[in-house]
């Protein structure tokens, strides 16, 4: 468990908090590129990390993020007219460049010294991956690199993304994805459903089966620059172990366990909104085949950690209607009697509260990456706070990573595993 203050540092994210710093010194996904993708288009509204921003696509297809409150007197920007380069308040006409720069000040008479002074808070964007990106740290520090996350490296074709809005702490759901001891209760068939114990069975059926039967995976965490890949182990047949390995990044993207070699790859990116809801930034890439019309249509309809979403990016099944919960269907096919891996994690992740309450707990051994995640990202905040700025961002390169599946004899270490697996015991894959 945490102490009532590390809980405190762990879950607060706006500006004037140390965690609020440190998400502020890495590139943060803020929308999907198709959300913006007409010039002179409406703006968009983008809250993240407690700021309440604006965006917009400036004549000349460049993007601007800035503060949504005018700096005359503070009418919002959203109303704003889009328009010859500038987004122009509609109050009293003040205009402003993707940089914040006035371009146009009507009530203000020349030599006043606001035309050289005035200035909108404006974020550095960049386009990466189908999202545009936003640093948000202080004016006086370096910039780094974008990460090199691998389904932005992909071509359009190999890659699928979009966004869902969950209704808690960001951490929740990081957390979540670290833990997957849970995959043996939360996404398994009710007990009484028999699993198929016919060692010819589909690949699919034979790996929910060694899941189902052993709930205590045993965990290896192996650090790096840019976070760490966590492995857990289950028996499987034939004294081979069946291994799940997650890649985490700091300091909040994450990915799907389960792929074997071929099969298409799931990760995320979580972005505070506020410190009791978050943006999650899904992704489905795979660097060896494009994904066709067919699997898009299953990743639209909500796949793996994809929900199936309205027009608004929330989940159809979601905390106003108990994400659809049906309990015939829990009694006699599932545990959970909710519909989807995605709202399935959504439902535990958000029955903890919007912001846990983590002196509560009682750990096992099956919480050994939770624990290293906590503990990895308080120091950094806490390091900061101190003034020793993290040196992640600037590895981009080393965010190239791959998680997965994949058998191993009973014995084998993790650097084994991932090397066998990905040719490199981090599971890297080389930038070019």
Same mark, same amino acid.
């Given at each position: 468990m945490l102490s009532a203050a590390d809980n405190e540092l762990l879950t607060r994210t706006n500006a004037d908090t140390p965690? #609020?710093?440190?998400? &502020?010194?890495?590139? $943060?996904?803020?929308?999907?590129?198709?959300?913006?993708?007409?010039?002179? =288009?409406?703006?968009? &509204?983008?809250?993240?990390? #407690?700021?309440?921003?604006?965006?917009?696509?400036?004549?000349? =297809? $460049?993007? #601007?993020?800035?503060?949504?409150?005018?700096?005359?007197?503070?009418?919002?920007?959203?109303?704003?007219?889009?328009?010859e380069c500038g987004l122009r308040c509609v109050y009293h006409g003040w205009k402003f460049d993707v940089q914040g720069h006035p371009r146009d000040l009507p009530n203000v008479p020349d030599g006043a010294g606001l035309h050289d002074s005035v200035r909108a808070k404006a974020y550095p964007t960049r386009e990466y991956g189908g999202f545009l990106w936003a640093w948000m740290g202080p004016e006086e520090a370096d910039v780094p690199p974008l990460p090199q996350l691998e389904f932005g490296r992909v071509g359009a074709a190999h890659r699928y993304v979009t966004k869902q809005l969950m209704e808690c702490n960001w951490a929740q759901v990081m957390e979540g994805d670290l833990d997957t001891a849970h995959f043996s209760f939360l996404h398994m068939p009710a007990p009484s459903v028999p699993a198929n114990t016919n060692p010819n069975a589909p690949a699919d059926e034979r790996r929910l089966r060694w899941i189902r039967n052993d709930p205590i995976p045993r965990f290896t965490v192996q650090e790096h620059e840019v976070g760490f890949v966590i492995g857990g182990e289950r028996r499987a047949e034939d004294g081979q172990r069946y291994w799940r390995m997650t890649q985490y990044m700091l300091p909040s993207h994450g990915t799907g366990p389960s792929a074997m070699p071929g099969e298409t790859y799931f990760g995320f990116t979580i972005v505070p909104v506020t410190d009791e809801a978050c943006w999650m930034f899904t992704y489905a890439w795979n660097p060896e085949r494009e994904i066709g019309p067919e699997e898009r249509d299953k990743l639209e309809a909500g796949h793996g950690v994809i929900a199936a979403l309205d027009e608004n990016y929330r989940p159809l099944r979601n905390r106003s209607n108990d994400f659809g919960i049906d309990r015939d269907d829990q009694k006699h096919r599932t545990y959970t009697g909710v519909k989807g891996l995605a709202e399935q994690d959504a439902?535990? $992740?958000?029955?903890? #509260?919007?912001?846990?309450?983590?002196?509560?707990?009682?750990?096992?051994?099956?919480?050994?990456?939770?624990?290293?995640?906590?503990? &990895?990202?308080?120091?950094?905040?806490?390091?900061l706070e101190a003034g020793d700025a993290p040196d992640a961002p600037w590895y981009a390169d080393l965010y190239c990573t791959r998680p997965g599946s994949w058998f191993a004899a009973d014995g084998t270490p993790l650097e084994d595993v991932m090397q066998e697996r990905f040719g490199d015991r981090l599971g890297r894959i080389p930038v070019g």
């Open positions: 965690m #609020g710093q440190y998400f &502020r010194r890495f590139w $943060q996904p803020v929308a999907l590129l198709d959300e913006i993708d007409e010039p002179d =288009g409406p703006p968009v &509204r983008v809250d993240i990390l #407690g700021e309440q921003l604006v965006l917009f696509r400036d004549s000349e =297809g $460049q993007i #601007g993020l800035l503060e949504r409150a005018c700096p005359h007197r503070g009418a919002d920007l959203f109303f704003g007219r889009n328009e439902m535990i $992740q958000q029955s903890q #509260g919007f912001i846990a309450d983590r002196t509560r707990e009682n750990l096992t051994s099956t919480d050994a990456a939770i624990v290293r995640f906590r503990r &990895r990202v308080i120091d950094a905040a806490r390091a």
